[in-house]
């Protein structure tokens, strides 16, 4: 079932069909906003806007169908209970806020979630999604957020905030099954076309340092994104390798359009940090699902030899 929040969202959405400017309006990034709706999706299991490139976001049929049950919903709930789902105590939901970057909750938390929310219908989570580690550091150090889920280095100590190493993932050079021949012919890796994170942002200077480390350095870049899921478009065009989480990667490998070929090149810890006491309800089943959710999203697709 589709939480309050995400019925509210919808409608503040609905109302503009512009998701830049409820956003604005919401004060949330537009990508949170994104989420929220593409996860309503995922729960009701059909489509309540239809998204055209270059267009507006128009209501589909389904979700003017949704707008009055939506209406409806909570206006029962306003009735009924009084008070917000956040606020609730026992025998009501308890809602936990979480601050992400938009990569990780993509392509490692989403797909576990349904599942997980229908195990544990008491809880809802909410995500806000930013640009920087330290941005999560910050909002979890400030109280703003109960968890933040990244990709990192524990942060320093800080009394405020618990950090739980959740395992490690590795990146691996992804490559076209014609650039993979070429590597496999004894072409070095350097010498063939790379794309990469841009310059002088957290990941591309992150990725660049692993490359070096391991004795790569392109002398051919042929691209560069801050997304990695236009990398990894662009790699199964055949444009160029690129270093990426095999979360990233799964449809490309079980296509036949991509090959890992490298075992994995650099080790990245999946951080949690909470701002909950040790003892504080429903702590170890939030644990349990990141490190699951992160577990399920590195599952090996076969390596180039």
């Known amino acids: 079932m589709p939480t309050l929040r995400r019925l509210e969202v919808f409608l503040e959405a609905a109302e503009d069909c512009n998701f830049r400017r409820t956003a604005d309006r919401l004060d949330m990034s537009q990508a949170g906003l994104s989420n929220h709706i593409l996860l309503l ?135 076209s099954p014609e650039l993979a021949q070429r590597a496999r012919d004894g072409v070095p890796l350097d010498e063939l076309p790379f794309m990469l994170p841009k310059k002088d942002t957290e990941m591309g200077t992150a990725i660049e340092r692993t490359l070096a480390e391991n004795g790569i350095v392109p002398k051919l870049v042929t691209a560069r994104s801050q997304f990695p899921e236009t990398l990894g478009e662009w790699v199964a065009e055949g444009r160029g390798i690129s270093l990426l989480f095999m979360g990233h990667m799964q449809r490309y490998l079980s296509a036949g359009s991509v090959a890992v070929i490298s075992p994995p090149i650099g080790h990245w810890n999946n951080i949690l940090i909470t701002s909950l006491e040790e003892r504080s309800p429903h702590l170890q089943t939030m644990i349990a699902f990141f490190r699951d959710a992160f577990a399920a999203s590195e599952q090996i697709g076969p390596t180039e030899s």
Request: hydrophobic share 35%; glycine share 10%.
């Open 41 to 175: 999706e995922k729960e009701l299991g059909y489509p309540v806007f239809e998204r055209r490139r270059g267009r507006s976001p128009e209501l589909a049929p389904a979700g003017k169908a949704l707008l009055e049950q939506a209406r409806a919903a909570l206006n029962a709930a306003r009735v009924f209970r009084g008070k917000t789902a956040e606020q609730e105590g026992e025998g009501g939901k308890i809602r936990f806020d979480v601050t992400i970057r938009n990569y990780v909750l993509r392509h490692s938390i989403m797909p576990a979630l349904p599942p997980f929310l229908d195990r544990h219908p008491n809880i809802d989570i909410e995500f806000d999604i930013v640009d920087k580690t330290t941005d999560i550091i910050a909002r979890v150090g400030s109280g703003k957020s109960h968890f933040g889920v990244y990709r990192g280095h524990s942060p320093g100590s800080d009394s405020k905030i618990r950090s739980i190493v959740l395992g490690s993932s590795g990146t691996y050079l992804f490559a």
